[in-house]
């Protein structure tokens, strides 16, 4: 009879014990929820204080298995997916929700005997199911790969210092040139992240902030990409897939292929829209680095001077001439050539281009304001009713010291000397090229960017990336690229941007 009134009592016991500290742990979430800035710091070092001789002795911190850690997918529990208080074993890498008793974490730490786990939010670490709070120095390289800061001294030194390291299993990688994973058939993704990685001021920006969801997620990714404390050698960009899942409402998957150019154009304006909050005008560092303008006249009839509007653009599209339709015996593996200085006369503000959208017309283009970062576009694909033509046409063009002055007319300087104006610096150097290998349905994409910190070129196809020559930049079938203006010239800012003519 004792016996059978023993078992009752032990089992209360035991429940109260659980529900005592899983109000603890609401307590201390409440109070952290509740309390300001400072006051939650203060409560956070005096829990620190009552629990650093306990944790500073924890017996599990050799359990860490750091090669099994990624913090590239979307943080959310491995079992009920909820994205809620979801916490990361620091023993196998798995995702679980919650700490308190009878929640997913806590389970997992009873049934596989893992006892560290890590908040991904607030990067505290934990032991369970015991509950206290770990204190040590050791895990910060756990915190930082989770979540990379970087000083101003460190954002400066992604210019000048040549950074190689390597990952927990053994895969040597440099700093800023390091491979993305295809998720399956998002390489348009990949070349056009590894691209914006190669602006400077974009990059410096997102390697200190981050605001709404895409904005958050890209910083993110760009921090992981240029740190130098990785565990592997390359970045998963999953989390920042969903993001654009979600702010694109599907229109770019990870499944089905789509346009690079269409994918850069919508991230820089959706970028420009969540950083400045307005979808026309506003001022935002996406602006500032690649807006530039045209004015666009329509032409009337001989002798008639057609209106003239101007129009910001974000993309300069490029027309590439019709290949030849037919080939001789002794031009079996004819490849068409053109210069880049003879398909830039579309914007001499004098070559007339038919246009058939918005309305049909004939019209001129003339560059009235130069970016600080160009983005070029070479329409290579062509549509119709029945499929998609690819223009093989190879374009030469100068890796260093394309003097836009030369071709096309230029903006001149404000308060110019009288008799005419002086034209602004036009000189630009490429950082990024883009191209496109294989048939229009079945090829992919791969980006050759510049190194600054060492001057030299590198390609990156997805996961896998290598040094190339400048001159082999120049041999492929470019479809995207980023000029940079030299040092100290002008350009930037504007309202909403769109793919020019």
Same mark, same amino acid.
Not at 414 to 435: E, K
């Given at each position: 009879?004792?016996?059978?009134?023993?078992?009752?009592?032990?089992?209360?016991?035991?429940?109260? !014990?659980?529900?005592?500290?899983?109000?603890?742990?609401?307590?201390?979430?409440?109070?952290?929820?509740?309390?300001?800035?400072?006051?939650?710091?203060?409560?956070?070092?005096?829990?620190?204080?009552?629990?650093?001789?306990?944790?500073?002795?924890?017996?599990?911190? %050799?359990?860490?298995?750091?090669?099994?850690?990624?913090?590239?997918?979307?943080?959310?529990?491995?079992?009920?997916?909820?994205?809620?208080?979801?916490?990361?074993?620091?023993?196998?890498?798995?995702?679980?929700?919650?700490?308190?008793?009878?929640?997913?974490?806590?389970?997992?730490?009873?049934?596989?005997?893992?006892?560290?786990?890590?908040?991904?939010?607030?990067?505290?670490?934990?032991?369970?199911?015991?509950?206290?709070?770990?204190?040590?120095?050791? #895990?910060?390289?756990?915190?930082?790969?989770?979540?990379?800061? /970087?000083?101003?001294?460190?954002?400066?030194?992604?210019?000048?210092?040549?950074?190689?390291?390597?990952?927990?299993?053994?895969?040597?990688?440099?700093?800023? !040139?390091?491979?993305?994973?295809?998720?399956?058939?998002?390489?348009?993704?990949?070349?056009?992240?590894? !691209?914006? +990685?190669?602006?400077?001021?974009?990059?410096?920006?997102?390697?200190?902030?981050?605001?709404?969801?895409?904005?958050?997620?890209?910083?993110? #990714?760009?921090?992981?990409?240029?740190?130098?404390?990785? /565990?592997?050698?390359?970045?998963?960009?999953?989390?920042?897939?969903?993001?654009?899942?979600?702010?694109?409402?599907?229109?770019?998957?990870?499944?089905?292929?789509?346009?690079?150019?269409?994918?850069?154009?919508?991230?820089?304006?959706?970028?420009?829209?969540?950083?400045?909050?307005? +979808?026309?005008?506003?001022?935002?560092?996406?602006?500032?680095?690649?807006?530039?303008?045209?004015?666009?006249?329509?032409?009337?009839?001989?002798?008639?001077?057609?209106?003239?509007?101007?129009?910001? /653009?974000?993309?300069?599209?490029? %027309?590439?001439?019709?290949?030849?339709?037919?080939?001789?015996?002794?031009?079996?593996?004819?490849?068409?050539?053109?210069?880049?200085?003879?398909?830039?006369?579309?914007?001499?503000?004098?070559?007339?281009?038919?246009?058939?959208?918005?309305?049909?017309?004939?019209?001129?283009?003339?560059?009235?304001?130069?970016?600080?970062?160009?983005?070029?576009?070479?329409?290579?694909?062509?549509?119709?009713?029945?499929?998609?033509?690819?223009?093989?046409?190879?374009?030469?063009?100068?890796?260093?010291?394309?003097?836009?002055?030369?071709?096309?007319?230029?903006?001149?300087?404000?308060?110019?000397?009288?008799?005419?104006?002086?034209?602004?610096?036009?000189?630009?150097?490429?950082?990024?090229?883009?191209?496109?290998?294989?048939?229009?349905?079945?090829?992919?994409?791969?980006?050759?960017?510049?190194?600054?910190?060492?001057?030299?070129?590198?390609?990156?196809?997805?996961?896998?990336?290598?040094?190339?020559?400048?001159?082999?930049?120049? #041999?492929?079938?470019?479809?995207?690229?980023?000029?940079?203006?030299?040092?100290?010239?002008?350009?930037?800012?504007?309202?909403?941007?769109?793919?020019?003519?």
């Amino acid at each position: 009879m004792l016996a059978a009134n023993a078992a009752p009592a032990v089992f209360d016991a035991r429940a109260a !014990a659980v529900a005592a500290l899983q109000a603890e742990i609401d307590a201390e979430e409440e109070e952290e929820r509740a309390t300001s800035a400072e006051d939650a710091s203060r409560l956070a070092a005096e829990r620190r204080e009552r629990a650093n001789r306990a944790s500073r002795d924890c017996p599990y911190l %050799d359990t860490v298995n750091r090669a099994l850690l990624d913090f590239d997918f979307e943080k959310c529990c491995s079992v009920s997916l909820s994205p809620n208080n979801v916490y990361a074993c620091l023993v196998c890498g798995k995702y679980f929700a919650g700490r308190g008793p009878n929640t997913h974490a806590y389970t997992h730490s009873l049934e596989a005997t893992h006892h560290v786990f890590m908040n991904l939010h607030t990067g505290k670490v934990y032991c369970l199911p015991d509950a206290y709070e770990i204190v040590d120095r050791s #895990l910060d390289d756990i915190r930082h790969v989770l979540d990379p800061t /970087f000083t101003p001294a460190q954002i400066e030194e992604t210019e000048t210092k040549k950074m190689w390291s390597r990952g927990l299993d053994g895969t040597d990688y440099l700093t800023g !040139a390091i491979g993305l994973n295809n998720l399956k058939a998002t390489d348009y993704v990949n070349v056009v992240l590894q !691209a914006l +990685m190669r602006v400077k001021p974009v990059r410096n920006f997102f390697l200190s902030d981050d605001q709404s969801l895409l904005v958050q997620r890209f910083g993110e #990714l760009t921090r992981k990409i240029w740190n130098s404390r990785n /565990f592997k050698g390359q970045v998963s960009p999953h989390e920042f897939m969903q993001a654009v899942l979600a702010s694109s409402r599907r229109r770019f998957l990870v499944d089905k292929q789509s346009d690079p150019v269409d994918f850069m154009t919508w991230l820089l304006n959706t970028l420009h829209r969540d950083l400045s909050g307005k +979808m026309k005008g506003g001022s935002s560092v996406i602006n500032h680095c690649f807006q530039g303008e045209l004015e666009v006249t329509s032409v009337g009839r001989p002798g008639e001077t057609g209106e003239s509007a101007k129009m910001p /653009f974000y993309t300069l599209a490029l %027309d590439l001439p019709p290949p030849p339709l037919f080939q001789d015996a002794m031009e079996n593996n004819f490849i068409p050539q053109v210069p880049l200085s003879q398909i830039l006369r579309k914007f001499d503000g004098e070559t007339p281009h038919e246009v058939l959208r918005p309305t049909p017309g004939v019209k001129t283009y003339k560059i009235s304001r130069l970016p600080r970062y160009l983005i070029v576009h070479y329409k290579r694909f062509t549509k119709n009713n029945f499929f998609v033509e690819k223009n093989p046409t190879i374009v030469t063009f100068p890796v260093k010291s394309l003097r836009l002055g030369d071709h096309v007319p230029v903006p001149t300087r404000p308060n110019a000397i009288p008799g005419g104006g002086q034209p602004v610096d036009s000189t630009y150097d490429l950082v990024a090229n883009v191209c496109h290998d294989g048939k229009p349905a079945e090829g992919s994409y791969r980006a050759m960017v510049h190194h600054v910190a060492d001057g030299n070129w590198y390609e990156v196809n997805d996961l896998v990336v290598s040094e190339v020559l400048p001159q082999q930049v120049v #041999l492929t079938e470019c479809y995207l690229q980023i000029y940079q203006l030299r040092e100290g010239d002008g350009g930037g800012g504007g309202a909403v941007a769109m793919d020019a003519a």
